[in-house]
T-cell receptor, first 113, second 114 residues
Framework: DAKTTQPNSMESNEEEPVHLPCNHSTISGTDYIHWYRQLPSQGPEYVIHGLTSNVNNRMASLAIAEDRKSSTLILHRATLRDAAVYYC??????????????FGQGTILTVHP | KAGVTQTPRYLIKTRGQQVTLSCSPISGHRSVSWYQQTPGQGLQFLFEYFSETQRNKGNFPGRFSGRQFSNSRSEMNVSTLELGDSALYLCASAPISPNTGELFFGEGSRLTVL
């Protein structure tokens, strides 16, 4: 499985934008970039995913570098409810990776009021 | 739309016993995956079922097994429990075209082995 590298932790203030980086230099052409987050005492929650183009949804935006070796999850206005562990995951939809997401250690996001 | 439901939410067992955990996927979802989460190893993939067939398996010993029923509900079983099996067990479901990487997780079953 291709590997991702994320900072161990980041901090933000409420109402400010947050940019969570992820490096994935060994990404293959069929790897999708997924972001999940896990709030305390809950299961992981899907946030967003993309392949080559930037993506937006109601929760966040995903900016993908042109060479696809890095990406950034953008939370436009952080709230206290966004405090969670954020996981950047590469998923090979072209293989036999049915149901298998390879979680790393993720980034612990702390949001200050 | 109801989410993924896991039962029981908490349970305590002793070494050597076995345990069965249950997962009801989101209505219409036919793929069910299981994960183990521990502080030391993080989230690790156990196995995935689709239409009652195991299609993918992680690197866990044979004491960990699962099955899926015709209504897509799934169970996982751990036999001969060890202290190291104490963990949060998470179930996730995915729609009929499951291989997108978008999984919907339940809140988990927290197992404590004494």
């Amino acid at each position: 499985d291709a590997k991702t590298t994320q900072p161990n932790s980041m901090e933000s203030n409420e109402e400010e934008p947050v940019h969570l980086p992820c490096n994935h230099s060994t990404i293959s052409g069929t790897d999708y970039i997924h972001w999940y987050r896990q709030l305390p005492s809950q299961g992981p929650e899907y946030v967003i995913h993309g392949l080559t183009s930037n993506v937006n949804n109601r929760m966040a935006s995903l900016a993908i570098a042109e060479d696809r070796k890095s990406s950034t999850l953008i939370l436009h206005r952080a709230t206290l409810r966004d405090a969670a562990v954020y996981y950047c995951i590469l998923f090979n939809a072209g293989g036999t990776s049915y149901g298998k997401l390879t979680f790393g250690q993720g980034t612990i996001l702390t949001v200050h009021p | 739309k109801a989410g993924v439901t896991q039962t029981p939410r908490y349970l305590i067992k002793t070494r050597g016993q076995q345990v069965t955990l249950s997962c009801s996927p989101i209505s219409g979802h036919r793929s069910v995956s299981w994960y183990q989460q521990t502080p030391g190893q993080g989230l690790q993939f156990l196995f995935e079922y689709f239409s009652e067939t195991q299609r993918n398996k992680g690197n866990f010993p044979g004491r960990f097994s699962g099955r899926q029923f015709s209504n897509s509900r799934s169970e996982m079983n751990v036999s001969t429990l060890e202290l190291g099996d104490s963990a949060l067990y998470l179930c996730a479901s995915a729609p009929i075209s499951p291989n997108t990487g978008e999984l919907f997780f339940g809140e988990g079953s927290r197992l404590t082995v004494l």
